[in-house]
């Protein structure tokens, strides 16, 4: 195996180690394995698992191991560079057809999350490239460095996104933020709660308010986490409690992450996030959403956002471990929602803020 160490994206990461200092995932130079935390079990327990084989990231991936779009994206990126690296071809068109079998197996993990599709596009074309050289190695390596510069790239602008969102913020502010979009749904910082880490380490006195964030209780178990290791005070609250908490004047502003982004500014995100935006607007309070560019599908048509529904199990048990109800039960179980763009006050990108009319101004700072 070549010493892939001194490719320029991995240096370049070692700059931004004062903003990581909690890694949800990474590429292991000294050994070309792919690392994660596996989020499954926080709050409880922090277990790093590491692989050579992108099929067990896929399955990472799918069974919520590893969640958050930004996450997903770098992640299944670093899982076409294992396919590549092990792969036993001895030509580069074999090494083709095992990465673009890799290619389809991560794609059909989890199907809203958009920084999946756009990161596995650019790391199939980059090797698409490359092996036109005809040299495998070649390939091998411009997939790494490509995996690599999505993950510095995500870092990058996971901090500009805090830069640019904590100039919403005031001292003194109350932040309502629905699902985990901090550290363990990306690269590291994170997009929502990346603006809230950012104000937080610019020393202004902020509150957040989180929601449990229901079935997978991203909220109840990895905002938790997030938020107690930075010192951030918190208070959690139940899915159905931000109307009230809205009305009653606790909370200031919402900040939320997408999933995908189309250019008329509907934004798929956590389910749920669609009625924490119904009661900021309907209490005159901003409601944000924070995400990479990475993020935006170049849609106008808000039907090509996909929706995954997830298994009923979850919503009939708590994680897996506790029965809520009797077994046989009908359960509808969408992972995400869709906001319109009428309820969305600006959309926080690497950027800067984009605010309405949200199909010129989006299109605007993608060209
Ligand atoms: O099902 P999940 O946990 O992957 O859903 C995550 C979210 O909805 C996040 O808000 C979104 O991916 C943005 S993460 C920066």
Redesign the pocket.
Known sequence: MSDYSALAPFKELEKYEEYLKIKSLYWDIGTNEFVWLDTRLLPFEEVYRRTRDYKRVAQAIKT?EI??????GVSAAYGMALAALYSKARNSEELMRDIREAYETLRST?PT?YNLFWALDRVLNKAQETSKSGDPEKVKEAILEEAATIHVEDVRSNISIGKHGSKLIDNGDVILT?????VL??SGF????GVIRYAWYEGKKIKVITTETRP?L?GARLNVWELKKEGIPFTLITDGMPGLVFRQGMADLAI????RIILTGHTA??IG?YMVALAAFDNDKPFYV??PTS?IQKSTNPEDIVI?VRDPEEVRTVLGRYRLTLPDVDVYNP??DITPPRYITGIITEKGVVYPPYIRNLRAILE
């Open positions: 919520m969640r958050g779009a930004p996450a997903i989890r999350a629905h699902c985990n979009t901090g749904a990306t994170g997009t929502a709660l997978v991203q939320v992450g997408a999933d995100n956590k996030t924070a995400a993020t995954e992972s995400f």
